[in-house]
């Protein structure tokens, strides 16, 4: 193992409560959704890697179908902690997810207690560990009882595979119901994780943000910077190199095109903060305490570094949200 952390990685990150638990989350978090598959440079990623715990963040983020190609950003993950990392792993917070289509036929998919546990100790075995801290059930499944999801999240645990159980992508209802069964289980249910940005304010509208709160229940948020559109990356248009001219699957030239006005606004409060406009959009998602930590995506180290510096954030004046509420009608 050549990799040394920084000693002082622990001096500057904020550490917040998720919900009512005795988990901490760092403020922000790195996902690894994009650009930690099977096509992208592996040395970048252990740079991304060493960055962010570099700099206090402890919390890497991923799921069983991340990549592409599906299950290849948990087999580079483990690789680097095998040989540069697994020194740290006590000082790390991992989580993987399963809810959706990962493997042909009627086992590989959505919510049930079969799924979900083979899932995990596929998980399990391309990350190299014994045991993950959070195992998210990663969408609401309609056709399966929730009682069976939850009670799979709850072996999961019970049996030492996971230390914490989380849902993604649930509205309030939903989970509040799901934090009953899990609660009577006698399982630790301690996160949410659910897409929320300036620009897409869901968790508002479902019900989750509300019921996270009245239920001591943490959030973490993915896509703060709404695939991208909530920085300086396209308010002269979309370069050749970006996601948008790669592949158009989850950031289209459409979206873009929809809410560059908007961002152009947003772009001159952020200036005004002496903030770029990724940071602004990531400060917003923690303006109020109601989300425990944001999770950001990276292609290379630089951006880890610009992101981190919300930590040190200006609170927004009641000016300041007016104006980003205008900006986005």
Known sequence: MS???????Y?????????????????????LWHNFGTYDSFENMKKMCFTAFDNGITHFDIANNYGPEPGSAEKN????????????????????KAGYHMWEGPYGDWGSRKY????????????GLDYVDIFYHHRMDPDTPLEESMGALAQAVHSGKALYAGLSNYNGETMKKAAEILKNLNCPFVINQNRYSIIDRTIEQNGLKDAAK???KGIIV???LAQGILTDRYLDGIPDDS????????????RVNDNIEKVRKLKKISDE????????????????GACTSVLIGASKPEQIIENIGIVKRTPFTDEELRLIDEAVK
Do not use: H
Request: proline share 2%; hydrophobic share 35%.
């Open 222 to 224: 993915f896509s703060p």
């Open 116 to 127: 979900m546990l083979s899932s995990l100790d596929q998980s399990l075995k391309r990350l």
């Open 273 to 288: 903060r002496g903030e770029t406009l990724a940071q602004t959009a990531l400060s917003w998602v923690l303006r109020d």
């Open 214 to 216: 009245e239920t001591g």
């Open 243 to 254: 996601r948008v001219k790669r592949s158009g699957v989850f950031l289209n030239e459409q």
């Open 3 to 9: 990799y040394r952390a920084d000693e002082n990685r």
């Open 11 to 31: 001096n500057d990150m904020e550490y917040n409560r998720s919900g009512n638990s005795g988990l901490k989350l760092p403020a922000v978090c790195l996902g």
């Open 77 to 96: 993950f483990g690789k680097i902690l095998k040989t540069e990392m697994s020194a740290y792993r006590d000082e790390m917070i991992i989580s993987t």
